[in-house]
């Protein structure tokens, strides 16, 4: 499936945060509003921008 499909299951499986590329950000607005609602969305460039979308709020290792 498209972008679409892939934020509906997203929704679907309670993933509360979507990162898409920039240039498919205006996707979205296809997905109807409940489903919009419940998301944050994350337009990107660079998969450095995905890395640190994805690891935010990661736990960090303890120093030794």
Do not use: C, H, Y
Request: proline share 6%.
């Amino acid at each position: 499936g498209g972008i679409k499909e892939k934020i509906r299951a997203a929704a679907a499986a309670g993933i509360k945060t979507v990162i898409l590329p920039r240039r498919s950000m205006k996707d979205p607005d296809e997905v109807p509003a409940e489903i919009r609602k419940k998301l944050k969305f994350r337009g990107v460039e660079s998969m450095d921008q995905v890395i640190r979308f994805a690891l935010n709020g990661a736990p960090r290792g303890k120093k030794a």
